[in-house]
């Protein structure tokens, strides 16, 4: 069975498209945050999603390791998708949500990047009211998914897994979650 | 003995330009894909290029790994251009075509990449009536541009090959194939 | 201890950058160049800095290797800024600075690129008659840097490191030193 990662930056409305296109597709959806926070709790290291980020470097890496892992052998029985970030911006810069050593355990046979135009973006973020968040700048936004880009096909490289851009334009939903099922069928 | 891969998207010129500075230049040319057909072929696993596509995915690593291996061990004797595609565009999305297990193999010395103006790639691949390709954009035609660039990067990073960007503009290949040959020398 | 990697193309004024920033920090302060060169004259390889070149490829891997590791001990006893290249240009295209065998001896925490616009870049290599060196267009400077973003995101992809971005515009030295103190404490 396949292991498909799919992933977007804020606002990209990545989870939006997800969902509708999964109504009808045989997937199981985990969210990669989610599986580390269980493993992590399971091995006594955290109580709340809070504590995770406080975890020493060598303990965050053992807990994405055992996450990826987790979710390479539940495909043995069912498609999964694997909901993630390709990195996730941090004051430090981007961190990449699945460096090597997760690849080398999650073997994903897909990515799906999930993006929209700049501006798009930025009005959507501005328009959500039920989040507080640093407003980024328009420039800001593009640089992080060219950055995006760039990481997924580093993760090609080592995966040797194909990426797959999916646009969700305003306006344009019906069409991004008919992409969206071709390239899960 | 050198190792050079040569890419390009179709309409980028890279076969023209190759051919023409290869006509001076003491270098063997292998087309990758001929010699993956090739080695599928004595292993009985296909009889003709169509039926490539229909192996499992463990066998096409199989095949990649040996084609790999093949063209590094003839570079023992000569110089050696590979032509083939950095990535090749798939309705599952952008397909590394040199992944992690194909550069450890082929070790190779340099990247070339043959690149022109999105519009100048639009207005060749509508003008040869030769093929019939479903027709990109032009913005599709930047992305897979940009892509490529991004993955021979990462294939950089895991060789410490130096990647080489030609632009090969209408009325300038001369000029491109000087580079290239300069680049070759 | 951290190792952070500091890179800026020639003009992007990442060595003013880092000096300010380092003014008021414990950090080593380290040139991989130097250290490649004095490791290469321990081993009675060469005697300048200009022979380090002429080394065959697999001399030069070894001393970029033995480099690496020398650095990473250094590390146990205090925070070291590397102060390098993501890739260097040749003439036969750009050449990673960090190719996967000298990050998996360096194991940076964090990568830091410091950019400016092309033109301003441009115009300060105009300016400096310090040195002679070949005029890039801006069309070069461009690509030059968006190569050393897709370059380095390969590398996180490779370590798990961090990358940050740091804008060094003209007339804004001070916000750019102040952002580079926040991403190194």
């Given at each position: 069975m396949k292991v498909v990662v799919v992933a977007g930056i804020p606002g990209s409305g990545s989870t939006t498209v997800l969902k509708k296109a999964l109504e009808n597709l045989e997937y199981l959806h985990v969210n990669y945050g989610d599986?580390?926070?269980e493993?992590?709790?399971k091995m006594d290291l955290v109580e709340d999603r809070d504590s995770m980020r406080k975890l020493s470097p060598t303990l965050q890496k053992e807990v994405q390791k055992k996450a990826a892992k987790s979710i390479r052998e539940k495909s043995e029985e069912t498609n999964i998708i694997v909901d993630?970030?390709?990195t996730?911006?941090?004051p430090l810069g981007f961190l990449p949500g699945l460096p090597k050593w997760v690849l080398d355990?999650?073997?994903p046979d897909r990515f799906i990047l999930i993006e929209a135009d700049g501006d798009e973006i930025l009005m959507r973020r501005i328009s959500d009211t039920s989040r507080t968040r640093d407003m980024e700048r328009l420039k800001d936004i593009n640089l992080h998914q060219e950055m995006n880009r760039a990481v997924s096909m580093a993760y090609a490289a080592l995966t040797g897994a194909t990426v797959k851009i999916i646009?969700?334009?305003n306006d344009g939903l019906d069409e991004s979650v008919?992409?969206?099922?071709k390239t899960l069928e």
């Open positions: 599986v580390m926070l493993i992590a709790q993630t970030h390709c996730i911006k941090t355990e999650l073997q646009e969700n334009h008919e992409d969206m099922i």
